[in-house]
C-alpha cells in the first residue's frame, strides 16, 4: 500500500526520482558554462553573482523570450541539439542592443513528461549558447506539466541579464546621414515558423530533407560587437532583427523626423528564403515584415565610420542610410 501510494505522483504525471537525474545532468552542464562572478548557480533555490568589478557605475539589464513555434519543426524532426541555441542568442542579442556584456542565463523548459535524452540536448545547446556569448547557464525550472503540454511537445523560453557601465550604455542617438550596417543572420533565426510550417503542408513538404536549413539556430553577435565596441567605435544604435523583420525593428530605434533606407540589394538573402517564398507563393513585401531575409542584426554608425565597422565585423555590408521621415524602413 505505502509503495503504491509513493507512485501516485509518478502516476499523475510527475516522475521525482526522474527529475531528481534529470537536475544532476543539468548541472553538469551549467558547470561548463559559468563565469568567476557566480556565487550560486544550479542546485540551490536561486543563483547569486557578483557584478563585474571594473564597472564604475553598472547598469543591470534583462531580457526574456522563447523559441516560438520552431520547437513544433525541432519535435518533427526529432532534433532538439539547436533550439537550446536560439533561446540564448533570442536574449542575449537583445542584451546587446544598448552595449550590455551577458552575464547570467536562467532557462524554463516544460514537458508533457521527462524525456532524460531530450533534455540534454536541448540543456547541452543552451550550455553551448551561453559558452558562445560568455555568460554563465545558473539555473531555471524543468517542469514536468503533462495536464498542459501535449505528449512528446515541449515549450521553451529563458531570461538573460547582463551588465553595462552606465558611461557606456548605448540609447539610441541616430543623426540623419547615419550609415546602417547589417551582420548576416545564419537563415530563419527563430521567426516566422507559423508561416514556415504552414508553407511546407500546404505544398507537401517534408522538412526532413532541409532539417539543416530550418533549424539553424540564431547567430550570437555579442563577441564581435562587443569588440568592437571595446575599440571605441562610435554606435548610435543597434537593433536585433528579429520577429517582424527589418521593418518592424530598426523602427524602434529612429528618432522624430527620420526613416531608414535600405537597399535591399546590398546584401545576399539566404537560399532558404527564396525557396520558402517560391513554394509559398509569398509576396515580396510579406517576407520582409516576417523574415530577417539575411540580415540578423543592424547598427547605425556615423557615415565616416562605416568603412572601419565593416571591416571589424566579420560579413558586415552598408546596407543604407538615415534620411528625413516619419519613422519608417524603406526597402528600396
Keep these: 500500500m505505502e509503495q503504491q501510494q ?90 546587446l542592443t544598448c552595449g550590455a556584456e551577458p552575464l547570467l542565463f536562467l532557462d524554463y523548459l516544460a514537458l508533457h513528461r521527462l524525456d532524460e535524452e531530450l533534455v540534454a540536448q536541448v540543456v547541452g545547446g543552451i550550455a553551448a549558447g551561453c559558452r558562445e556569448a560568455g555568460c554563465a ?16 511537445a515541449y515549450d521553451l523560453s529563458g531570461t538573460a541579464v547582463g551588465v553595462v557601465d552606465r558611461a557606456h550604455w548605448i540609447q539610441p542617438r541616430v543623426a540623419l546621414g547615419d550609415r546602417v550596417i547589417g551582420l548576416p543572420s545564419a537563415g530563419l533565426h527563430s521567426n516566422g515558423f507559423s508561416l514556415v510550417r504552414r ?36 554606435v548610435h544604435a543597434m537593433a536585433h532583427i528579429t520577429g517582424g523583420g527589418l521593418p518592424g525593428n530598426l523602427d524602434r530605434v529612429l528618432g522624430s523626423g527620420q526613416d531608414a533606407r535600405l537597399d535591399p540589394t546590398a546584401w545576399t538573402v539566404p537560399p532558404v528564403f527564396r525557396w520558402l517564398q517560391e513554394l509559398g507563393g509569398v509576396a515580396e513585401v510579406e517576407m520582409h515584415r516576417v523574415f530577417n531575409m539575411g540580415i540578423g542584426f543592424c547598427l547605425v554608425v556615423p557615415p565616416d565610420q ?19 521621415g516619419s519613422g519608417q524602413v524603406q526597402l528600396r
Design 306 to 324: 562605416a568603412d572601419a565597422v565593416c571591416r571589424r565585423l566579420p560579413g558586415a555590408v552598408s546596407i543604407g542610410q538615415i534620411v528625413p
Design 137 to 152: 547557464l545558473v539555473g531555471g525550472e524543468t517542469s514536468q506539466s503533462g495536464d498542459l503540454i501535449q505528449p512528446g
Design 199 to 234: 508553407i511546407l503542408s500546404r505544398a507537401g513538404v517534408d522538412p526532413a530533407a532541409h532539417a539543416e536549413a530550418l533549424l539553424a539556430p540564431t547567430r550570437i553577435y555579442v563577441r564581435p560587437v562587443r569588440a568592437l565596441l571595446a575599440a571605441g567605435a562610435e
Design 6 to 95: 509513493a507512485r501516485a505522483y509518478a502516476q499523475a504525471g510527475v516522475d521525482q526520482a526522474a527529475h531528481r537525474a534529470v537536475v544532476g545532468r543539468i548541472a553538469r552542464l551549467a558547470r561548463t558554462a559559468s563565469r568567476p562572478e557566480v556565487l550560486e548557480g544550479v542546485g540551490l533555490f536561486a543563483a547569486a553573482s557578483r557584478l563585474p568589478a571594473e564597472l564604475a557605475e553598472p547598469v543591470l539589464v534583462a531580457s526574456t523570450d522563447n523559441v516560438g513555434t520552431k520547437v513544433l519543426l525541432a519535435m518533427a524532426l526529432g532534433r532538439h541539439d539547436t533550439v537550446g541555441i536560439d533561446c540564448v542568442a533570442m536574449c542575449v542579442n537583445d542584451l
